[in-house]
């Protein structure tokens, strides 16, 4: 499976995700960068979007980068004639204030590849659960079957001795 690394920038400054996940396909890895990005900016969890103000989460394999999400709002580059359009990295931001409790560079990294480890994880009990679950639809399916053979029988030996 190729593998797939979570780089977070705050203008000039970057977080790069240097062990990187093993994913099937680059849309495997956008959809886990969306997830990522939804669960940075949950209020409930993280403080919401305010917090994470002109961050950005870029997905990247061993090509390059080939997807990048601002992560809390707003995310705007200063754009100048001079310059029209700065590279991602090299962007100036209108709001450059870290927030105050951001995690330490390697510690958002860790949090990233921890909430990857735990959606893997969830995926697995998932496909264990739904084979769990066939299982017990086919043993029910069986009981049943049986259930109705026996009463069958039941009112056949009912019968039988009725008439005699």
């Known amino acids: 499976m190729p593998?797939?690394?979570?780089?977070?920038?705050?203008?000039?400054?970057?977080?790069?995700?240097e062990d990187g996940f093993e994913l099937p396909n680059r849309?495997?890895?956008?959809?886990?960068?969306?997830?990522?990005?939804?669960?940075?900016?949950?209020?409930e969890v993280s403080g919401g979007?305010?917090?994470?103000?002109?961050?950005?989460?870029?997905?990247?394999?061993?090509?390059g980068g080939f997807f990048r999400t601002p992560i809390g709002h707003p995310a705007l580059e200063v754009v100048t004639r001079e310059a029209p359009r700065a590279?991602?990295?090299?962007?100036?931001w209108l709001t450059p204030r870290l927030p105050?409790?951001?995690?330490?560079?390697?510690r958002v990294a860790d949090i990233v590849r921890e909430m990857l480890a735990r959606r893997q994880h969830t995926a697995e009990l998932l496909q264990a659960n739904n084979r769990l679950r066939l299982?017990?639809?086919?043993?029910?399916?069986?009981?049943e079957g049986a259930r109705i053979r026996?009463?069958?029988?039941?009112?056949l030996a009912r019968a039988a001795s009725g008439r005699y």
């Open 150 to 155: 026996a009463s069958r029988l039941v009112s």
């Open 100 to 106: 105050s409790d951001l995690p330490a560079k390697g």
């Open 135 to 143: 299982e017990l639809s086919s043993i029910y399916l069986g009981s």
């Open 3 to 17: 593998r797939y690394f979570f780089h977070l920038s705050f203008g000039q400054r970057v977080v790069s995700d």
């Open 87 to 92: 590279e991602p990295r090299e962007a100036v």
């Open 49 to 63: 979007s305010r917090r994470w103000a002109s961050w950005f989460l870029e997905v990247a394999d061993e090509s």
């Open 27 to 43: 849309s495997a890895a956008c959809t886990e960068a969306l997830a990522v990005v939804r669960e940075l900016t949950n209020s």
